[in-house]
């Protein structure tokens, strides 16, 4: 079985344009004509979905070992290995983690294999599908800090090297810094669309003894930067861009609290949630369809999916006989396929993929390919360690 195409009730921009403007309201159950399918992934901690119903994430080593870890996996949900969970660096990392993977079957990850010891015992490292190499080597005094790959094999993140900090991309081998759009300022980088497209943020030069100025949404191609100077004020976050060079963030709105908006060719739109509050999105997908999270009229989150010029609470798409409570969006695909966290009851919490009706679900996790760590694994979990410390320290830089 090979990934299905979606159906064709995903909306054009325009649309979604020309009815999220204060028209948009969160739909009853009632106006929905079907339920989503619900794919459970078991112990798969989901990181990111694929446009081939694969499932990039996390899973425990072997239970029955007395060491703690995870490593970095797959999960197909299709294809001669629909329902699998595999290891994708193999027995040779001790530890390893999944940050992000693309069309191609690159995955991008956190990996240790004892090499090294200290804060930064783990590396970034690229799977080809047979094969990880190193995204850089810290004995050239380099640090970087990858957060995202697209399907032309690109890495974004964040480079140090001497005291210097700032944007960069990886591609081919190549560390190639990005150049700063204020002189003396600093910037981070944040996506890449397939056309090559960075976007970012970027502050000029300023204080430190102050608090730190609103950014500058900045979108770099060719390396070359280019301010987004028709932004409305109130910047709060993005979270995603489109090959479209459609971008979702929110912005502060001091009736409304945060407020989700797309922002598209010079304009920054409002996504239209009106009786909601502090809606932050978290992805876009090709078509132009958002999911995101907000505060509903009762204090209580609202995880939503905009699409066709509606705004649908998750819950509303889910078959109600499972009782199952949404905790987190992570992902949507081109398919309109939405990869999440929530959990029946009181049950434990379980990563899932939702499917649109006209779509083949995937299928259930049915093995699992768990790797034993070799003796030397607990000198090798400073791993955990250095990813946060990775993200902490980038968070505190620019104000994440």
């Given at each position: 079985m090979v990934a299905p195409s979606r159906p064709r009730m995903a909306l054009a921009a325009a649309a979604l344009l020309a009815t999220s403007i204060g028209h948009a309201v969160p739909s009853t159950?009632?106006?929905?004509?079907?339920?989503?399918?619900?794919?459970?992934?078991?112990?798969?901690e989901g990181v990111r979905l694929n446009n081939l119903g694969q499932v990039?994430?996390?899973?425990?080593?072997?239970?029955?070992?007395?060491?703690?870890?995870?490593?970095?996996?797959?999960?197909?949900?299709?294809?001669?290995?629909?329902?699998?969970v595999r290891a994708v660096l193999g027995p040779r990392s001790a530890h390893s983690r999944g940050i992000d993977f693309n069309d191609r079957?690159?995955?991008?990850?956190?990996?240790?294999?004892?090499?090294?010891?200290?804060?930064?015992?783990?590396?970034?490292v690229l799977w080809d599908g047979s094969a990880a190499r190193p995204v850089y080597d810290p004995d050239d005094?380099?640090?970087?800090?990858?957060?995202r790959l697209n399907n032309q094999g690109?890495?974004?993140g964040y480079a140090s090297e001497l005291g210097a900090y700032g944007p960069a991309t990886w591609v081919d081998g190549r560390l190639e810094r990005l150049a700063e759009p204020f002189q003396g300022g600093e910037s981070?980088?944040?996506?890449?669309?397939?056309?090559?497209?960075?976007?970012?943020?970027?502050?000029?030069?300023?204080?430190?003894?102050?608090?730190?100025?609103?950014?500058?949404?900045?979108?770099?191609?060719?390396?070359?930067?280019?301010?987004?100077?028709?932004?409305?004020?109130?910047?709060?976050?993005?979270?995603?861009?489109?090959?479209?060079g459609q971008i979702v963030g929110s912005r502060y709105d001091p009736d409304r609290g945060y407020q989700g908006f797309l922002y598209q060719d010079g304009e920054t739109i409002d996504l239209g949630l009106p009786e909601w509050v502090h809606s932050n999105p978290v992805a876009i997908n090709g078509e132009g369809d958002v999911i995101g999270s907000?505060?509903?009229?009762?204090?209580?989150?609202?995880?939503?999916?905009?699409?066709?010029?509606?705004?649908?609470?998750?819950?509303?798409?889910?078959?109600?006989?499972?009782g199952w409570t949404v905790v987190e969006l992570l992902?949507?695909?081109?398919?309109?396929?939405?990869?999440?966290?929530?959990?029946?009851?009181?049950?434990?919490?379980?990563?899932?993929?939702?499917?649109?009706?006209?779509?083949?679900?995937?299928?259930?996790?049915?093995?699992?390919?768990?790797?034993?760590?070799?003796?030397?694994?607990?000198?090798?979990?400073?791993?955990?360690?250095?990813?946060?410390?990775?993200?902490?320290?980038?968070?505190?830089r620019w104000g994440r």
């Open positions: 159950a009632s106006e929905i004509p079907a339920r989503y399918h619900f794919t459970g992934l078991g112990s798969l990039l994430g996390s899973s425990p080593v072997n239970k029955h070992t007395s060491i703690w870890g995870s490593f970095a996996a797959l999960y197909s949900g299709y294809g001669p290995d629909a329902g699998s079957g690159e995955v991008l990850a956190w990996e240790s294999d004892g090499s090294r010891t200290g804060n930064w015992s783990g590396r970034p005094g380099v640090l970087f800090i990858p957060n690109m890495v974004t981070y980088a944040i996506t890449a669309n397939d056309r090559g497209q960075v976007l970012g943020l970027a502050w000029p030069e300023y204080d430190r003894s102050l608090p730190t100025p609103e950014p500058h949404p900045v979108i770099w191609e060719g390396g070359q930067p280019r301010l987004l100077e028709s932004w409305l004020g109130g910047y709060n976050g993005f979270a995603d861009m489109n090959d479209a907000a505060q509903g009229p009762d204090g209580n989150t609202v995880w939503y999916l905009a699409s066709e010029g509606s705004v649908i609470p998750l819950e509303d798409l889910l078959p109600p006989e499972l992902d949507l695909n081109d398919s309109g396929q939405i990869l999440g966290v929530g959990h029946a009851g009181w049950g434990p919490q379980t990563s899932f993929i939702l499917t649109p009706p006209g779509m083949d679900a995937p299928a259930a996790v049915s093995t699992v390919d768990q790797v034993v760590p070799e003796p030397t694994t607990l000198a090798m979990l400073g791993l955990i360690g250095a990813t946060g410390l990775a993200r902490r320290a980038v968070r505190r």
